[in-house]
């Protein structure tokens, strides 16, 4: 990958390897639209290029941008496409006409890694109001803004298909701090399995109305006992 000085870039190698890997494990991008929001130079995206549809990324960065676009001829990757701006801008533009020009056999994930403050409330809008979006991967070095975009992905309105939390994890990539990495899969609740039915609670009353205080407890008889 070509990484330019203004371009943010994982600067630990191995454990990044790793925490691509699990993305990409969770993203499932096959015969996808992969959209990768903050990407950067694209390396996230451009690993998931070849096992999907088309990427498309948003990047602040003019220059990151040009790095993802140089990234992805110097890896032969014809399948993605980059814009400069803002997410919270470019994002609402671009998505309708993105979703549609893939056909309406293909799925829709993203998987996004913004900057500590999370995510502009405009793109957590965008992805949750768009149906054809299946799943997102959330790449965090913030847990606490991204409990707060969560929040948002997630909560139940009416009428609506809200994003469930599936599973979770820390990766490592500060070692002898107290920061780490998260990587997090939300699925849409509507194509979730309903939750185990918990098991009904029985009566714990013996006779005479006292509480049994375990399984092999003996109820004493009236006016024995403590």
């Keep these: ?40 130079v694209g ?7 070849r096992r999907c549809r088309k990427v498309v990324g948003l990047e602040l ?30 994002l609402p533009k671009i998505l309708d006409e993105e979703v549609a020009s893939v056909g309406a056999d293909c799925e829709v994930c993203a998987v996004v890694d913004p900057p500590r403050p999370g995510l502009h409330k405009d793109v957590l809008m965008a992805l949750r109001d768009c149906r054809r979006l299946r799943r997102v991967v ?13 929040v948002k992905l997630t909560t139940v309105r009416t009428g609506d298909d809200p994003f469930v939390p599936v599973r979770a994890v820390a990766v490592d990539m500060f070692p002898h701090t107290i920061h780490v990495e998260m990587v997090l899969l939300l699925e849409r609740a509507s194509l979730l399995p ?33």
């Design 61 to 90: 960065v003019p220059e990151a941008c040009d790095s993802a676009r140089r990234n992805a001829e110097l890896n032969g990757i014809k399948n993605a496409i980059y814009h400069a701006g803002r997410a919270e801008d470019v």
């Design 138 to 150: 959330y790449i965090s070095c913030n847990p606490e803004s991204l409990a707060e975009d969560v």
């Design 43 to 49: 390396t996230i995206g451009l690993c998931a290029a």
């Design 194 to 226: 309903p939750p185990p039915q918990l098991p009904e609670a029985h009566s714990n009353q013996g006779a005479g109305g006292r509480k049994h205080e375990g399984p092999d407890a003996a109820v004493a008889p009236p006016g024995e006992g403590p």
């Design 1 to 40: 990958f070509e990484i330019g000085p203004l371009s943010f870039f994982q600067t630990n190698a191995r454990t990044c390897q790793l925490l691509y890997e699990r993305a990409l494990d969770w993203l499932r991008p096959e015969n996808s639209l992969v959209l990768d929001i903050c990407c950067g």
